[in-house]
């Protein structure tokens, strides 16, 4: 499928306001700034594995499409939601289980590259990966 394939982060946009609206501690931010994130996708009919890299950890999830699941940020903040495929975009719909706010992703082949939209408190901010 489209989104298959390693991707590594080439750039941010608004992603320090983003995470400070999120609660992200400056020193956290300053490092996730150059955290180096990669992303493998595997799609098989419904069910997704994205192993994620980083400078701060190497995770794998795997979700189902419409499944309800529970996920970790980097920062330890813990979200539970679900992703759908709407069109040719990945929508995943979360909230916060400490404050119950909503964190809403996009992920959409633009081009050649992996755009992730993250939209929080009113704020958004992209993550924009090449295929590596």
Not at 52 to 65: P, T, Y
Request: hydrophobic fraction near 35%; avoid cysteine; aromatic fraction near 10%.
């Amino acid at each position: 499928m489209a989104f298959d394939g390693t991707w590594k982060v080439d750039r941010s946009e608004n992603y320090d306001k983003f995470m400070e609206k999120m609660g992200v501690n400056i020193v956290k931010r300053k490092l996730a700034a150059h955290d180096n994130l990669k992303l493998t996708i595997t799609q098989e009919g419904n069910k997704f594995t994205v192993k994620e890299s980083s400078a701060f950890r190497n995770i794998e999830i795997v979700f189902e499409l419409g499944v309800t699941f529970n996920y970790n940020l980097a920062d330890g903040t813990e979200l539970r939601g679900t992703w759908s495929l709407e069109g040719n975009k990945l929508i995943g719909k979360f909230k916060r289980t400490d404050n119950g706010n909503e964190l809403n992703t996009v992920r959409e082949i633009v081009g050649d590259e992996l755009v992730q939209t993250y939209v929080y408190e009113g704020v958004e901010a992209k993550r924009i990966f090449k295929k590596d």
